[in-house]
């Protein structure tokens, strides 16, 4: 994954919210360019991730961590454990972006904890800088605070994506997430903008394939088109309404 990061090119990823090695092999088998395992909103304990990070390494996907906060350990972990990026979620300002960086990379240029425990197996020994050069830190912007903050979190060096969270960015904001509001929309495409005019790589999880597409000819980057639950649940209705 780490060779297509600097390229123009849409990332189609799928989201893992459901426990289990199985689960996460059927989506990475599904083809998508990147999985996430979500640690923060998902069902997916700390005790499942390995297991899943080897499901999708079957198939060989990048895998991606959601972790559920902005706390060293959690990220250092899901990096020793060998995640390809982690997603950091709620960063508001510089100095926490500069948290979620810092905890990505080896001194000198970041406190990450020396211990490649299972990464090292499939990348062998590695320098810290080697290791710092594989690892892509994604914040998270979902707030009014960090829209208003963000070209301070974009001039952080070592943040390599935005991720935008466009339920929480809208519950910010005071909107209803169910509802199209034009407010809303604007957040989004100056995020964008900015971020591509920052050379930082700009993604957003979009729920359905034909949000991604809206997104995709806007100019974001890294898709999160949808998610393990959302795909069995819609099927699963299609099917019933059918026959009924």
């Known amino acids: 994954m780490a060779g297509t990061w600097t390229n123009d090119e849409p990332m189609y990823g799928g989201w893992c919210t459901m426990p289990g090695a199985f689960a996460a092999e ?17 069902m997916i304990t700390r005790g ?4 899943m990070l080897q499901a999708l390494a079957v198939g060989r996907t990048p895998a991606v ?6 706390h060293p350990p959690d990220i250092m972990w899901a990096l020793d454990a060998g995640a390809e990026a982690v997603i950091v979620p709620m960063v508001d300002d510089a100095e926490q972006a500069h948290a979620a960086v810092h905890a990505c990379r080896f001194a000198p240029t ?3 904890s020396w211990g490649p425990t ?3 197996l499939h990348t062998g020994p590695g320098s810290p800088a080697e290791f710092d050069a594989a690892v892509r830190c994604i914040v998270m912007v979902e ?4 829209v208003e903050r963000l070209d301070e979190i974009l001039a952080v060096p070592g943040v390599d994506g935005v991720f935008i969270g466009p339920n929480d960015l809208a519950v910010s904001m005071g909107i209803d997430p169910r509802k199209a509001d034009p407010r809303h929309d604007d957040a989004v495409k100056h995020v964008l903008d900015r971020c591509r005019a920052a050379g930082v790589l700009p993604g957003i999880f979009c729920g359905t394939a034909e949000r991604a597409v ?8 890294l898709l999160a088109v949808c998610s393990d639950v959302s795909l069995m649940r819609n099927a699963a209705g299609r099917a019933l309404d059918a026959l009924r």
């Open 110 to 112: 970041g406190g990450r």
């Open 65 to 70: 961590v959601r972790v559920p906060w902005n």
């Open 143 to 146: 707030s009014v605070a960090a």
């Open 214 to 221: 809206g997104y995709r000819d806007l100019g974001f980057r």
């Open 26 to 42: 059927v989506m990475g088998a599904a083809g998508f360019d990147w999985c996430c395992v979500d640690l923060q909103h998902g």
């Open 118 to 120: 299972r990464v090292a």
């Open 48 to 51: 499942d991730l390995v297991g």
